[in-house]
């Protein structure tokens, strides 16, 4: 079964630099949703998205961005990059199946910021 | 004092122990509930999906939520060194409404190891 892809898998940035990290639902899943987990630490909700609007807004930076775009398909925008954005960031994409939502996380992208 | 409460572990129990994993939490708006596996290196993976106080079983696992005292558990019967993983607890206060929902409210996760 399709899975959630995201790439890159890995990026290494130097402070100040711009990231760009995409996420690719599952085919016909309509909600996606961004999560940061730093190390030894847990998921942390950064925004989610239902068809193609802002659903949801979590704890991010207001230096970080994201859209959704028209095949489902989104994208988040990370600027003026620091140190403590060295994180992995997991993308989750849903679908209602008998009255309930599932979440399917993706294999994460690992930023690590120098 | 973060909204939901995990002990990190590490917790180590023999091949065929029942392993109980635990959450707290403070917000009395979540509703629903769920736990999740998490392997190194990889993205957290559903386990179980728990709305009302009580139990619901699927295979060798068991949820338990128990709203008035704001604790929610996971049993793991017949443990396999396959299970040593992280297990995040996570909620939310709102289901899928057809517009979206919030996102998820997760557990530090309690890091689990299976000793053969």
């Known amino acids: 079964a399709a899975g959630v892809i995201q790439s890159p898998r890995h990026l290494i940035k130097e402070k100040r630099e711009t990231a760009t990290l995409k996420c690719y639902p599952i085919?016909?899943?309509?909600?996606v949703y961004w999560y940061q987990q730093g190390p030894g630490q847990d998921p942390q909700f950064l925004i989610s998205?239902?068809?193609?609007?802002?659903?949801d807004k979590g704890s991010i930076p207001d230096r970080f961005s994201a859209q959704q775009f028209s095949d489902y398909h989104s994208e988040l925008n990370m600027s003026s990059l620091e140190l403590g954005d060295s994180a992995l960031y997991f993308c989750?994409?849903?679908?209602?199946?008998?009255?309930?939502?599932?979440?399917?996380f993706g294999p994460g992208t690992r930023l690590l910021v120098l | 004092q973060k909204e939901v409460e995990q002990d990190p572990g590490p917790l180590s129990v023999p091949e065929g122990a029942i392993v109980s994993l635990n959450c707290t939490y403070s917000?009395?708006?979540?509703?629903?509930f769920m736990w999740y596996r998490q392997y190194s290196r990889k993205g957290p993976e559903l386990l179980m999906y728990?709305?009302?106080?009580g139990n619901k079983e699927d295979g060798r696992f068991t949820a338990q939520v128990d709203k008035s005292s704001k604790y929610i558990s996971l049993f793991i019967r017949d443990s396999q060194p396959s299970d040593s993983a992280t297990y995040l607890c996570?909620?939310?206060?709102?289901?899928?409404?057809?517009?979206?929902?919030?996102?998820?409210?997760f557990g530090k996760g309690t890091h689990l190891i299976i000793q053969p």
């Open positions: 085919p016909r899943h309509d909600t």
């Open positions: 917000n009395s708006a979540f509703q629903y």
């Open positions: 989750a994409s849903s679908l209602v199946a008998g009255g309930r939502e599932t979440q399917y």
């Open positions: 728990t709305y009302s106080s």
């Open positions: 998205f239902y068809e193609k609007m802002q659903s």
């Open positions: 996570a909620m939310r206060q709102r289901g899928y409404s057809g517009g979206g929902a919030d996102g998820l409210t």
